[in-house]
């Protein structure tokens, strides 16, 4: 394979492997602690040298514990967050694929359902962040290239960007909101059955990548940010770091990278 250009995954990594190998995190299972967790392992990965990572989305086995319909808005809500991995795929057991086996029910995208009320919302969501991955894909390709020539990473928390700002150091309050490509701050939802979630911002201007509205976070202490109500209804919630400018391609009837590139619009 000489000069060529190639991909290998593995799960037994050590100091240096992300010279050659890309890396996932092992075997999960379908809850939303797993998902949470997911979170800390790649920007783990990313401070150890490997940042092409992730892991299996919507879970390897199945968490008996949650009945189909969680399992479900679960796996839809796992897609959505996998829009901003490095390394994004779904991978699970199909030694039984029944309710209540190893691996359970299937969980591709085009068999998630809905709700009584919309009996396609999961398959939108699911769909639609899809889409979103590959208007994003220049700006990560873009990290990735920068981070394979000079060191770096690609998936971070906000304290590796924020030091000065107590508040990103406080449990619970920032651990799961992270900065892709140093620019793009991402609140997943990570709860069933809600409308609404809370994430903090640092200080300064941020731009909704949906709406493209700002939101303004500011505190009476200076350099303080504060924590925001965020609608969960919308797919993923993304911002704009403040001082930072993005590629961000839409091309919403791409399938492939192939189309990304011949018909998507910067």
């Given at each position: 394979m000489?000069?060529?250009?190639?991909?290998?995954?593995?799960?037994?990594?050590?100091?240096?492997?992300?010279?050659?190998?890309?890396h996932w995190l092992g075997d999960n299972h379908r809850n939303w602690d797993n998902m949470k967790w997911s979170i800390a392992g790649i920007m783990n990965f990313n401070m150890f040298g490997i940042p092409m990572v992730g892991p299996d989305v919507c879970g390897f086995f199945e968490d008996t514990a949650l009945d189909e319909a969680e399992q479900r808005e679960l796996c839809a809500r796992w897609i959505e967050l996998a829009v901003f991995y490095p390394f994004a795929r779904q991978h699970h057991d199909t030694t039984?694929?029944?309710?209540?086996?190893?691996?359970?029910?299937?969980?591709?995208?085009?068999?998630l359902g809905g709700t009584k009320a919309n009996s396609t919302e999961y398959v939108d969501w699911a769909t639609y962040?899809?889409?979103?991955?590959?208007?994003y894909l220049t700006t990560m390709y873009t990290c990735h290239l920068r981070v394979h020539r000079e060191g770096g990473t690609c998936f971070d928390p906000?304290?590796?960007?924020?030091?000065?700002?107590?508040?990103?150091?406080?449990?619970?309050?920032?651990?799961?909101?992270?900065?892709?490509?140093?620019?793009?701050?991402?609140?997943p939802v990570l709860a069933y059955n809600v409308t609404e979630i809370e994430s903090y911002f640092p200080n300064g201007d941020w731009v909704d990548l949906r709406t493209y509205k700002i939101v303004h976070a500011a505190a009476e202490k200076p350099l303080m940010g504060q924590m925001m109500k965020l609608s969960a209804e919308n797919?993923?919630?993304?911002?704009?770091?403040?001082?930072?400018?993005?590629?961000k391609e839409m091309c919403f009837k791409c399938n492939t990278t192939f189309d990304l590139k011949t018909t998507g619009k910067i």
């Open positions: 000489k000069d060529q250009r190639t991909f290998l995954l593995s799960r037994s990594t050590f100091a240096g492997s992300g010279k050659y190998v890309q039984n694929t029944t309710a209540g086996g190893r691996g359970g029910m299937a969980t591709e995208p085009y068999t962040a899809i889409k979103e991955r590959f208007a906000l304290l590796m960007h924020y030091p000065h700002d107590d508040a990103v150091f406080a449990i619970n309050q920032t651990e799961h909101t992270f900065l892709v490509a140093d620019a793009i701050k991402v609140s797919g993923i919630n993304a911002h704009l770091r403040p001082g930072y400018m993005i590629a």
